[in-house]
């Protein structure tokens, strides 16, 4: 049967730096988490001109995985515990930050030097209380190792991570976590199936799509009922999309800053071990 559509949630501007100012819908002031999807982070495509700098400057973690989609251009990654990468276009990186992490993101040095579009969308995903404390970890996976699912001529979706119909994706989670991005031509329709009792969201990047017969725009996140299995989707233009599908996590969030553990008094010390020097060193990049 089909999915019922609870909330559609309207990204709103939110400014993360000096120079960056994102879209956010989620959270929202409708709907707060989808445990352990707790944030959801939209770069719209953004113009680089030839030798521009830009760089997210070292910042900590601690608790969860920011998990980077790029869309358009080249992603740069470095942390405190030593790994680094770059994505491009249609590639995901993965970092665990565990028990707390340094890091840097930004354009590639190519991108910068050359100019280019840059968009992205980041995900904050969150583990289980047991796992917060466990060694950081990098993951990246290239767009040729992600599964196609639901082919079709004018439709382009790969998985990420989990398994869907018989395939896996490359990136590991601690729970149970699908995800597939890509992009639907105008017309075409695809219909998506569902485990029961999950989280499910589809972020609409850009175009616009029907789902079940109900129009949503670009820069909105749908966040389904949990019972049912069954998402139809049509292209009402050529639309790119992001389908998220998790096991819930049923264990309190508190979030703050870059954050994400249980109770307040482990986010405040968080804070305290960031001030005295904890994370270790990230030089600037």
Not at 121 to 133: R, S, T
Not at 179 to 200: D, E, L, M
Request: aromatic letters at 10%; one cysteine or more.
């Amino acid at each position: 049967m089909k999915k019922k559509i609870e909330h559609i949630l309207a990204g709103r501007e939110k400014k993360i730096t000096e120079e960056e100012t994102i879209l956010q819908p989620l959270p929202h002031q409708e709907f707060r988490f989808a445990n352990p999807l707790v944030v959801l982070h939209h770069m719209r495509p953004e113009t680089i001109t030839p030798g521009q700098k830009l760089r997210i400057h070292p910042h900590p973690h601690r608790g969860f995985s920011p998990v980077t989609f790029m869309l358009q251009g080249e992603g740069f990654h470095r942390d405190s515990a030593g790994h680094s990468g770059t994505i491009k276009a249609g590639e995901v990186q993965w970092m665990f930050a565990g028990k707390g992490i340094l890091h840097s993101e930004g354009p590639s040095d190519d991108l910068l030097k050359n100019g280019g579009i840059q968009e992205l969308i980041q995900l904050w995903v969150n583990v289980p209380a047991a796992d917060k404390w466990d060694e950081p970890f990098y993951q990246m996976a290239r767009k040729e190792e992600q599964p196609q699912v639901l082919v079709q001529e004018g439709v382009d979706l790969r998985l990420a991570s989990g398994s869907y119909d018989g395939l896996t994706g490359p990136l590991k989670s601690f729970t149970p976590f699908i995800s597939v991005a890509g992009t639907i031509g105008k017309c075409r329709q695809v219909q998506f199936t569902a485990n029961p009792g999950y989280w499910t969201l589809i972020y609409v990047a850009g175009g616009s799509i029907s789902i079940n017969q109900e129009s949503v725009g670009k820069y909105h996140l749908v966040v389904f009922e949990k019972a049912n299995d069954e998402i139809l989707i049509t292209a009402e233009e050529d639309s790119r999309i992001l389908f998220l599908s998790a096991e819930p996590l049923d264990e309190p969030v508190a979030a703050k800053d870059n954050f994400v553990m249980n109770t307040t008094e482990e986010v405040n010390q968080a804070i305290e071990d960031y001030k005295n020097g904890w994370f270790g060193e990230l030089a600037e990049y």
